[in-house]
Structures are given as C-alpha cells and as structure tokens.
C-alpha cells in the first residue's frame, strides 16, 4: 500500500507562493487517485485539488487559478503549487490518496491513505 509524506510547508507572506510536495513510497503513484485536503483549526477538513488517475485535474473555487495540483511519475511523487497566497488558505494541508479512478474533494472519506500533514501559515 502508498505511505505518503508531506513536505514543503512554512510560514509565508500574503501574496507569496509554496511548493508542497508529496512523495510517497510503497506503491506507484500511477495506480491512485489524489489529492490535497486542508484543515484549519476548528474546522472540518476540506478538499483543495484533486487529480484523476486518468491525469484530469479539479480545485475548489476559492483555490481555481491560484493553485496547480501536479504529479512526476518518476519521482513518485505530487506537487501542489501554491500562489498569491491569502490568510485563509492558513491550515494544515493533507496528501490523499485513493485506490480507484476519482477522489472526490467532498468526501474525505473517498481517500484510502492519508500523509500526516505539513503547516502552511499566510502571514498578512
């Protein structure tokens, strides 16, 4: 089975930019479906971006043309860029992956296998 492990998070201004990765090992990437999922606290955990098995891609409104979710095969390994970041993109952001053809972003459940999480903080 994947083990995901996150990276790439920090402390940011507002209106900068992070790369998250997510590398994972035990298993080729090529065969899941992924994910981001983020969550502040307080709050329940929310879907980002997700990235089909067939290579599709979908974001949330708040994130669209902001954020670009990414994949290298040979590195095993997923990538969320992050730009022109705002106070309320603050939460701690989760890599999620599925063993089937789609994760839905509003079901956290879909995901079969979950990263331990890596902090984003916007500074404004």
């Known amino acids: 089975e994947v083990q995901p492990v996150e990276s790439g998070g920090g402390s940011v201004q507002a209106e900068g930019s992070l790369r998250l990765s997510c590398t994972a090992s035990?298993?080729?990437?090529?065969?899941?479906?992924l994910a981001w999922f983020r969550q502040a606290p307080g709050e329940e955990r929310k879907g980002v971006a997700t990235l089909y098995r067939d290579g599709e891609a979908h974001y949330v409104d708040s994130v669209m043309g902001r954020f670009t979710i990414s994949k290298e095969n040979d590195k095993n390994t997923l990538f969320l860029d992050m730009d022109k970041l705002v106070p309320e993109d603050t939460a701690m952001y989760f890599c999620?992956?599925?063993?089937?053809?789609?994760?839905?972003?509003?079901?956290?459940?879909?995901?079969?296998?979950w990263g331990q999480g890596t902090q984003v903080t916007v500074i404004s």
């Open positions: 035990g298993d080729t990437l090529r065969r899941y479906s």
């Open positions: 999620a992956a599925a063993a089937r053809s789609f994760l839905s972003l509003s079901s956290p459940s879909t995901a079969n296998y």
